[in-house]
């Protein structure tokens, strides 16, 4: 049941309220922290910011024992954005029975930063 919830909510981008780079709110600490959250985010963005295809940035949140990568994929166009297949792989709380893999499309949104696209 986690690995469903994860996989459905895991690489959101927006702006509003409730939603994040990579990770959100809406499962709860049984999977990955706020804090956890927040880690992960920061490593994605940067890695969108600066990375080329092929690249991953790593992250851990020791308090939770919590911890990921993120890889960048290949580059695609979609409506005329920027977009960027994004691999990641997570382990919450460091149990590795937990261990997640997931695939997602984020594009870049003028004005609006990176978005989910599936």
Not at 86 to 106: A, F, S
Request: charged share 20%; with cysteine.
């Amino acid at each position: 049941m986690a690995i469903c919830t994860v996989l459905a909510v895991s690489l959101i981008v927006a702006s509003g309220p409730g939603y994040a780079l990579i990770g959100n709110t809406f499962f709860g600490s049984d999977i990955l922290t706020a804090e956890d959250i927040q880690m992960q985010r920061a490593a994605g963005l940067e890695l969108l910011k600066n990375g080329k295809e092929g690249d991953s940035a790593e992250w851990t949140n020791p308090s939770t024992k919590s911890f990921g990568t993120i890889t960048l994929r290949e580059k695609l166009n979609h409506n005329d954005y920027e977009c960027r297949k994004v691999e990641l792989v997570n382990t919450p709380k460091g149990d590795e029975i937990q261990r997640v893999w997931l695939q997602h499309v984020v594009c870049n949104v003028p004005g609006q930063g990176w978005k989910y696209l599936y």
